[in-house]
């Protein structure tokens, strides 16, 4: 009970997103150039911290200021936050790693991107279920943000890493700079990605808690979800690969029967060439956000009309003496 007393202030104002979007950038941009300007490396990891956590924690702003039919505790928050961070990615990449073949062709590529979205999108869902157990009170609209933060929390440590790659891979080359290419691309996507499809689970999974005790339940509803944001998923990640084989046969070099990779490229791109696949490849990644943005928008609306339910009441400890009324 300590821990539902602990509430997170979700009434800090509609507009605290903004506070909290415009600061950050201004440090950002701010430690952006005076790492550029004094090359100190100590520097480098603030970058890695604020150009990741900005915008995901920006959105769970956004989200928890406009959740207005069910409580989140500052501690369900912030364990959904870091579990899925931390755990959430490690078990992932374990997973993926020892799991999904390495072999090329269209099997072997059409498993790997589509394995990767099932499995991020069980680790997530597993977070999810998992710190969910402490909310008492479980409305669709609760489900969303506390997935959403889920996925808010996935998002920003995986950007970190990559941001962490894109220094190793330009250390000797303006790494403030490529740091700065990767965490703007990905920031920008970030509410689109993770967010959003972690956001869609969690509606289902509190949508489907058990009228009489609020108990979690794996109903069709649930597991069509996981199976559509798990596809978001994969189709989101195979857009690159499909980006590049899509250029590469309207440009003129042949349509080839394959899967495609992101090492689909044969020989150096022309200018047309990169033009090109920018604009599939943008296109591909629009019509996946598109779907996912409406998804929610149905989700959320239909929401408002579910009735909350509540967590299953914890039985007292067996030895607990009886207090008089």
């Excluded at 506070?19 to 100590?42: M, Q, R, S």
């Excluded at 995901?56 to 899925?84: E, Y």
């Excluded at 374990?94 to 590529?109: C, H, K, S």
């Excluded at 339940?217 to 690969?241: E, K, M, N, Q």
Aim: charged content about 10%; proline content about 6%.
């Amino acid at each position: 009970m300590a821990d539902q007393s602990l509430r997170f202030p979700v009434g800090a104002g509609k507009r605290a997103w903004i506070a909290v979007l415009l600061t950050g950038v201004l440090v950002w941009v701010l430690a952006a150039g005076v790492t550029a300007i004094t090359e100190d490396v100590i520097l480098i990891p603030t970058l890695f911290l604020i150009g990741s956590f900005l915008v995901p924690v920006t959105v769970v702003t956004f989200a928890l200021a406009r959740l207005d039919d069910c409580r989140l505790t500052s501690g369900v928050v912030l364990k959904g936050f870091l579990l899925a961070g931390t755990v959430g990615v490690v078990v992932s990449a374990v997973t993926e790693i020892y799991l999904l073949p390495t072999g090329a062709g269209p099997v072997g590529n059409a498993l790997g991107f589509f394995g990767v979205g099932l499995i991020e999108e069980v680790s997530k869902g597993a977070v999810l279920v998992a710190v969910a157990w402490r909310v008492a009170e479980r409305t669709v609209h609760g489900g969303m943000v506390l997935g959403a933060t889920v996925g808010a929390g996935f998002a920003a440590f995986e950007s970190t890493g990559y941001a962490f790659w894109a220094y190793v891979e330009h250390t000797n080359d303006h790494p403030e700079l490529s740091i700065l290419q990767t965490e703007v691309s990905r920031a920008m996507l970030a509410p689109f990605g993770h967010l959003t499809w972690t956001a869609l689970l969690g509606g289902a999974l509190f949508a489907a808690a058990a009228p009489a005790n609020g108990g979690f339940r794996f109903t069709p509803r649930v597991i069509w979800t996981f199976l559509g944001v798990s596809a978001l998923h994969g189709a989101w990640d195979a857009s690159y690969g499909w980006g590049i084989w899509v250029t590469q046969g309207i440009t003129g070099n042949g349509w080839i029967a394959d899967w495609p990779d992101g090492t689909y490229w044969e020989g150096v791109p022309t200018q047309q060439e990169q033009w090109t696949f920018q604009g599939m490849y943008d296109g591909a990644l629009a019509v996946i956000a598109l779907v996912g943005l409406l998804w929610v928008i149905h989700s959320w609306r239909h929401g408002a009309r579910h009735p909350a339910t509540s967590a299953p009441a914890t039985p007292p400890p067996v030895n607990a003496p009886h207090r008089q009324p």
